[in-house]
């Protein structure tokens, strides 16, 4: 089965909402208190994200091989730092900056493999 590119920008999509859920989830854990049972609404927010998101890579599993859609969730970690560098105020050192090149290189070699291996059958 060869994986169609909505597929794939479906679940790249969905990156993008799980990665916002962990910045919302982030802010709510500022003012979590479970003896008050007070639950922030960023935290209610960032589950439905988490819940649509899932969603979303379910669908796009219709649409593809597993072994190619499912690494493009590692996009999630470059959009957790590009996000907390910009809400949070967090910063990116080298290594950061280099494990999201890592990230990125892993994801096109992914990409690229599955295309020979379409060309080889």
């Given amino acids: ?7 794939i ?3 790249i999509l969905a ?3 799980t990665s ?7 802010l ?3 003012s979590l208190d479970f003896a008050a049972l007070n639950i922030s609404p960023y935290l209610i ?6 819940l649509g998101a899932g969603i979303m890579v379910l669908f796009s599993m219709k649409g593809g091989e597993l072994s190619v859609i499912y ?8 959009w ?6 910009y809400f949070l105020n967090e910063t990116m050192n080298t290594f950061k900056w280099v494990g999201v090149a890592v990230i990125i290189s892993g994801i096109s070699f992914i990409g690229i493999g599955s295309k020979v291996s379409e060309n080889a059958n």
């Fill in 1 to 7: 089965m060869a994986t169609k590119l909505w597929a």
């Fill in 9 to 11: 920008i479906i679940v």
């Fill in 15 to 17: 990156t993008i909402l």
């Fill in 20 to 26: 916002s859920g962990q910045l919302l989830y982030k």
């Fill in 28 to 30: 709510g854990s500022e």
């Fill in 45 to 50: 927010l960032g589950f439905i994200l988490y």
């Fill in 71 to 78: 690494p493009f969730i590692a996009l999630s970690f470059i």
């Fill in 80 to 85: 957790v730092s590009l996000l907390s560098t």
